[in-house]
């Protein structure tokens, strides 16, 4: 190896020379597929040795973020990393596009084939969908993902200063306009643009934006300010306005409904002056528990405790109740991604072994009491029961004076349970309701560990369009950091969900877990009518380990006591349509 090193360096030795399996006599040191830690631990021993007068070669990750399926988690903490040390050079993401290829059905149509579809024994199944674009290049939130952390211009808001870094290596940043954005609970209400300063490659320039940012609010407000740097002029790669780079900060911070906190005319439980004020009735014929209070109607089955109809004016909300165990079902699986069933962790077969794809629900029967205050208590739970562990959970209904069903769901992992994929509750919503609105990060799918290039904002598209269309099916159309969404109809009636406490997670879909997870190949989803309202205290980070790392710890879910916390009401007008400056 050595000699054939000299040879290349005779034939041209301007070109630096990489050999992964030996860096002895080359310009780079090299890894593949390094987890988060282990890079830091590289680059600090790197710094140190640099810091000593040392020789210290440059380190390249040769192949890292192996991007299959629903994937990249945790891209922004490598290049934390790397931007940290300064003999870090990057990486390369295995790889760009897929290489699916397209195979006629017998019934007309065409579907993405992958390995073992045309007959072709032995074969690595899905394996060629790797890249951060489809097969026939598309993009995908991974692509956004990566081009929000891989982007020229670093920017960072240190009080009324916003620092911008230069990450080009031969330009400065003349070539660029700096676009800004006030929005208030996701609503843009201030815009301009802001002058540029002369930084050159590697530095770092300030703006001052003390006129812009002005005076903080006192109100609850969400107040969000978009930064966003533009190309001034056309070049060959791209027109004039066309986004290299993004960002959001956080200026102050919505509060959701807090713990006792009024609500409208009424408090999240049923006095006995509003039962009389809001005409407020309460029955238990036919094995049901019925209770109407300001418009809402909630009624459960008696002996299990399941949702059998809810509805806001009269205006039924609910879809088909046979979908799941119970109404509202706990939901502790998802349809594994790549990552969760490949190399690595190889998390999809623990949580096969382990029955997560297939529990027992032991509900219990339906209580309530009304206290002396007048207040009515609907409680029901349900221990779902894996292998050598289960999810005891507790809910607790409460129905406000003026017609909203408060739901308060207690999650408790007992015994020995694997790598926990979500916990949370899941609805069916009635055919129709297919305009879903959000406000939290968007607009396209994220979870914990990758959601760098979703802002938050107030997000608005159809249920159809929420789910991306891997290859292979699997987990999809996550939001996280949500404080309230809208599913409505074309009238804008239809039901609103709100956090309580802390934002939540959430998914609007037309086919649920099972579906997703029964299917080999996208053409065989077929969308349901109704919409499969998933609701999470907490979701599994999707991590590397296709090939490489699994889930941060950080994004890993604690086996302790969670808590889900929700006011659902009827919506009050039309959805609106995106209302956030973000493209």
């Known amino acids: 190896f050595k000699s054939a090193v000299e040879a290349v360096k005779k034939l041209d030795d301007t070109r630096p020379t990489h050999y992964e399996g030996n860096s002895s006599y080359c310009d780079v040191t090299s890894s593949m597929y390094p987890d988060v830690q282990w890079l830091e631990s590289v680059g600090k021993e790197r710094l140190q040795k640099f810091q000593n007068g040392e020789t210290v070669k440059p380190h390249v990750v040769c192949e890292y973020a192996h991007a299959m399926g629903n994937a990249l988690g945790n891209f922004q903490e490598y290049w934390d990393e790397i931007y940290s040390h300064p003999r870090m050079l990057g990486g390369f993401i295995w790889d760009w596009v897929d290489q699916g290829l397209y195979k006629s059905l017998p019934g007309g149509g065409e579907m993405i084939a992958y390995g073992g579809d045309f007959g072709d024994r032995p074969n690595l199944k899905a394996f060629c969908f790797n890249g951060i674009l489809r097969s026939e290049r598309e993009t995908t939130p991974k692509y956004w993902e990566m081009k929000k952390v891989y982007a020229p211009i670093q920017m960072q808001l240190q009080e009324d200063t916003l620092r911008l870094t230069n990450r080009n290596h031969h330009i400065g940043l003349e070539g660029y306009r700096c676009l800004w954005t006030l929005t208030v609970d996701g609503r ?45 002029e056309d070049l060959p790669w791209a027109k004039a306005g066309h986004e290299v780079a993004a960002e959001q900060f956080c200026l102050q911070e919505g509060e959701e409904k807090g713990e006792g906190e009024e609500m409208g005319d009424g408090r999240c439980s049923v006095t006995a002056q509003q039962l009389s004020t809001f005409n407020s009735q309460l029955s238990t014929e036919g094995g049901l528990l019925t209770v109407k209070s300001g418009g809402c109607m909630v009624q459960w089955r008696l002996r299990d405790g399941c949702m059998m109809q809810l509805q806001f004016d009269s205006f039924p909300v609910l879809g088909d109740s046979c979908l799941f165990p119970s109404v509202p079902a706990v939901q502790i699986f998802r349809a594994p991604t790549d990552n969760d069933k490949s190399f690595g962790n190889w998390l999809a077969k623990d949580w096969q072994n382990n029955r ?6 032991d509900t219990r029967p339906l209580k309530w009491r009304q206290l002396s205050d007048g207040t009515i208590q609907v409680t029901s739970g349900c221990t779902v029961r894996c292998l050598s562990g289960s999810i005891v959970t507790e809910l607790l209904y409460t129905i406000t004076g003026d017609g909203q069903l408060e739901i308060e769901a207690v999650f408790r992992p007992e015994g020995v349970l694997p790598e926990l994929p979500r916990l949370g509750i899941v609805l069916p919503i009635r055919s129709g309701l297919d305009h879903f609105t959000w406000y939290g990060r968007g607009p396209w799918e994220n979870y ?58 959430a998914s609007a879909l037309h086919y649920t877990v099972n579906d997703i997870y029964r299917a080999t190949h996208d053409y065989q989803l077929q969308e349901r009518p109704d919409v499969i309202l998933s609701l999470d205290a907490a979701v599994l980070g999707l991590g590397n380990s296709s090939c490489g790392p699994g889930v941060l710890k950080r994004y890993a879910i604690e086996k302790k006591e969670h808590r889900l916390k929700v006011i659902l009401k009827k919506t009050q007008q039309a959805s609106p349509q995106q209302a956030s400056p973000q493209t």
């Open 188 to 232: 843009p209400e201030k815009t301009g643009e802001l002058e540029m300063p002369q930084v050159l490659p590697g530095m770092t320039g300030v703006i001052n934006l003390s006129e812009v940012i002005g005076k903080r609010r006192k109100n609850r407000a969400d107040i969000r300010l978009w930064i966003r740097i533009i190309l001034k």
């Open 356 to 361: 997560l794809d297939a529990p027992d629900y």
């Open 448 to 505: 914990p560990d990758r959601k760098a290039s979703c802002f938050v904002g107030l997000w608005s598209g159809k249920v159809s369009e929420q789910y991306t269309h891997y290859p292979r099916p699997q987990d999809s159309g996550n939001k996280e950091d949500v404080r309230f969404l809208e599913l409505t109809d074309d009238y804008g009636k239809g039901i609103r969900v709100e956090a309580v406490g802390k934002t939540f997670s």
